[in-house]
């Protein structure tokens, strides 16, 4: 999986490009069994707590071929856990190959998430240098019967309902300091 995050004045953009080869999405789904297809779930956190909050947002996203189905989910973070949401966080699916939910080898699909900074509650994108915990989790299916294969996570190490468990994503650029170079020679 390769993942590009990106940003302007008004949306946070993540895409997910998948290598697969066999491409599996449910027909008539349901929202608490997207990622039992090849999926991708995202998970933000926009407060750096060590747990859950009203500022960990989860989306769960499959891989589909209809633009007019529910193939997206939302959840806030709560004390207590995960609790469905109704934040506006469209996707986009995108795949590569002859055609989905058959027993041809495909390229892969990929997965474009457009979070508006609103829909976080903010007026804009976060201030430079600011940092939010990320966590991603491919979901993977091979065959119309299933079952689903184990999930990849990135982090390796992550846990799902402790943020500070999760990699970094930092908006703007660091600070750069040039190594000094000790004895410099020309040629």
Known sequence: TDVRVGYNDDHLYVYIAVFDRRLWYDAEPSLNDLTNWDAATLYLDTGNAAGLSAKSIR???QLNNAEDQPYTASYSGSASGWQAG??????????????????????????????????LGLSGPP???????MALVVHDRDTLPGPALANSI???????????????????????SPPTIQSPQTY
């Open 59 to 61: 989306v769960d996203a």
């Open 154 to 176: 990135w982090p390796e190490q992550a846990k799902l309902d402790a943020p500070q468990s999760w990699g970094s994503l930092r908006f703007g650029l660091p600070a750069y």
């Open 86 to 119: 109704a934040l506006n966080i469209p996707t986009k699916p995108a795949w590569r190959g002859e055609r989905l939910n058959d027993d041809t080898d495909d390229r892969g699909w990929g997965m474009n998430y457009t979070i508006p900074f609103a829909s």
């Open 127 to 133: 201030a430079q240098g600011s940092l939010w915990r």
